[in-house]
């Protein structure tokens, strides 16, 4: 017998990296493995001047500066994340500085399932 833990994420935001200019990063954020295979996006996320650590789900392994994107986020404590989040709540993404704005598309149902 396997088992196997499927992670579900916590909310769904739609994001834009700033670009340069805008105080973003200098590069796109490659999320790779140098032979392609993806790897976990991480970085705070900011909602309420908070920061709440969280991984990006999903395949995607590369992020362009300047564009938009629907992203999976998973909070690696989301007791403490999810009180503060809401559709339509204004979110940041943070990398040392603020590297991307949005806003919150929905919460899931909450689950008692940890993230690993």
């Known amino acids: 017998m396997t088992n196997t833990l499927t992670l579900t994420f916590d909310v769904l935001i739609v994001v834009r990296f700033l670009l340069p200019e805008e105080g973003g990063l200098k590069h796109d954020i490659v999320s790779a ?31 362009k500066l300047g564009e938009q994107y629907t992203l999976r986020i998973k909070f690696l404590s989301p007791d403490l994340a999810l009180p503060h989040l809401a559709e339509g709540k204004k979110v940041e993404l943070w990398g040392g500085r603020v590297i991307a704005r949005g806003v919150v598309l929905s919460v899931a149902p909450r689950s008692s399932e940890p993230c690993i």
């Open 33 to 63: 493995l140098p032979d392609g295979q993806p790897i976990p996006f991480g970085c705070p996320l900011f909602v309420d001047g908070q920061g709440f650590d969280c991984r990006v789900m999903g395949e995607k392994t590369r992020f």
